[in-house]
């Protein structure tokens, strides 16, 4: 018995024959709307290789492998952090791009930069940031993102930042499908929907954490396979896990299938409900996509009914469980004192960053170097600094 039936339109990605021929709407580099500055052509690699490139040997890139994901590093080497979290979406998001016929180069550049701009400590980082910047613009991490590839990561001897393609930068500022059109700047048309690519991206961005967190989650001991069953997707998976497996299977064997399950049925659902979504809209150019003022890549209905429904029953149960609170309540006091003394002691601040004030102001600058901080700088700066 097929356990998803209810959340399944097809059970596995089976070719397109006939009338349902492949529909191919890619991006293509030579398309590109180009670069903020000039250089010369790369003979060996497209415009997304290249971009992949510079994204990955840049230092916020590095940086995530200490960065929070749900978990922080003290708590564990096997748990997910925002670097491992990256380059498992880069991979899912490089196979769905194949599915779809989609630029493959171009997905996988922008999975691998859409955290760059997170802080430490995970969302709880990022929200006490924003109220530590309310009278200043506010923080957020796409934006945080794009400030980070255009201006404060420093590579190049011509110009500030990475130097990235407009698509690319682009997707960071447009990541999640329901970013803050008021808060695009003009030179990204608010107004156009993001490339098929990115929309993949955000997507599946969304699915690696559910099903991940669920791991993390009964690994660390604060969700247990009793309580997982609640949830509808979950006991789908589960079952199917067991019926695949031989009796004497280890429960942890049986945690991996049925994660593994889960993630299959979503991006198998993912895929199937976007080709239809493209077909039904009449979607068949780039310049249609960017029009199209709804997100096309997404999952069927009845699947997306049962993925908020874990997404709710996560959050109730990992995201706000006791520990998780006592850490990050800690993390967000740690964040607050460290800004309040850069902001007492501007002459603290790495010279780099100090020479930036005049220009940016202290607040945006102190914030510009706590959200650059790993989880463990931030923790060793607050220690030598305040005590």
Known sequence: MNHFADFLEERHDRPFVGRLSPIRIGFRDGNSRGRVHGHDADPERGE???DRDRIVHSRAFRRLQHKTQVFTWDQGDHFRNRLTHTIEVAQLARSAARRLHLNEDLVECVALVHDVGHPPFGHQG????DELLAEHGGFEHNRQGLRIVE?????????????????????IIKHSAHYDRSRVPDRFH?????????????ELDSVVYDCHDVDDGLRSGFLTLDALQEVSLWRGAWQEAIDASPRSTPERLLVDRAVRRLMDSLVNNLVTNTRASLMARGLTTVNGIRACPDQVVGLGAQMRDAKEGLEAWLFANLYRHYQVNRTFHRAKAMLA????????HEDALPPEFAARIPVAGAQRVVVDYLSGMTDRYAVEEYRKLIG
Not at 155 to 166: A, C, D, T
Not at 190 to 202: F, G, I, R, W
Not at 337 to 344: N, S, V
């Open 337 to 344: 004192d460290l800004f309040r003394f850069y902001i007492q």
């Open 48 to 50: 997304f290789a290249r």
């Open 126 to 129: 990022e929200t006490m940031l």
């Open 190 to 202: 608010p107004e156009e929907s993001p490339l098929l690519e990115a929309q993949l991206v955000d």
């Open 151 to 171: 201006e404060l990561e420093v590579r190049y001897p011509e110009f500030p930042g990475l130097n990235l393609s407009y698509e690319v930068r682009e997707s």
